[in-house]
């Protein structure tokens, strides 16, 4: 990660460039958005790892989106490549987060495990859908969407690598369309 030495997490990803200034509009990817202010280093690149590091000069939301002010960018040029690209902030320790926030990439790889043990997969990943953030969870050759609510996802052990599912009738089942 271009010679960073901590961990870098997505937050937002560039939608276009904003005015003729070298502002962009950033779809923000996080349940944090305070995180990123005015004079905050950030990284900018796929979805695998920041390739290119800058400064936040000045940040203002609009609309549900960032729209970020770049030190030393005054030219809509110099932001026209960055559509799609993600951008990230360094990681925050767990300590940070409050009760019941877990970092995607910690969640990742974790076994999914009914209230009685039972296997039920692994987890691939989240899915931001509209509304509603859902567990990716992989049974063999079929992935499953597990709402993230706390009456289905019940417990959460980053130490054990689980997670407990306590899912309704129909949700995890191989035979449902």
Same mark, same amino acid.
């Given at each position: 990660?271009?010679?960073?030495?901590?961990?870098?997490?997505?937050?937002?990803?560039?939608?276009?460039?904003?005015?003729?200034?070298?502002?962009?509009?950033?779809?923000?990817?996080?349940?944090? $958005?305070?995180?990123?202010?005015?004079?905050?280093?950030?990284?900018?690149? $796929?979805?695998?790892?920041?390739?290119?590091?800058?400064?936040?000069?000045?940040?203002?939301?609009?609309?549900?989106?960032?729209?970020?002010?770049?030190?030393?960018?005054?030219?809509?040029?110099?932001?026209?490549?960055?559509?799609?690209?993600?951008?990230?902030?360094?990681?925050?320790?767990?300590?940070?987060?409050?009760?019941?926030?877990?970092?995607?990439?910690?969640?990742?790889?974790?076994?999914?495990?009914? $209230?009685?043990?039972?296997?039920?997969?692994?987890?691939?990943?989240?899915?931001?859908?509209?509304?509603?953030?859902?567990?990716?969870?992989?049974?063999?050759?079929?992935?499953?969407?597990?709402?993230?609510?706390?009456?289905?996802?019940?417990?959460?052990?980053?130490?054990?690598?689980?997670?407990?599912?306590?899912?309704?009738?129909?949700?995890?089942?191989?035979?449902?369309?």
């Amino acid at each position: 990660m271009a010679g960073e030495d901590r961990g870098w997490l997505i937050v937002g990803c560039v939608r276009k460039p904003h005015g003729v200034h070298g502002e962009v509009l950033v779809e923000i990817i996080t349940d944090f $958005p305070e995180r990123l202010t005015d004079g905050v280093r950030f990284g900018l690149g $796929p979805e695998d790892g920041p390739e290119s590091f800058h400064e936040a000069h000045r940040v203002r939301y609009h609309r549900g989106s960032w729209i970020l002010a770049v030190r030393g960018i005054r030219q809509r040029e110099a932001v026209e490549g960055w559509r799609g690209l993600y951008l990230f902030l360094p990681e925050q320790t767990l300590e940070e987060l409050p009760e019941g926030y877990f970092y995607e990439h910690h969640l990742v790889g974790l076994e999914a495990r009914s $209230p009685a043990g039972e296997a039920l997969g692994t987890v691939r990943g989240l899915d931001q859908g509209p509304g509603q953030t859902r567990l990716i969870v992989r049974r063999g050759t079929r992935e499953f969407l597990v709402p993230w609510v706390p009456e289905i996802v019940r417990d959460v052990d980053l130490e054990a690598g689980t997670l407990v599912i306590d899912a309704p009738p129909g949700l995890l089942d191989d035979d449902a369309l």
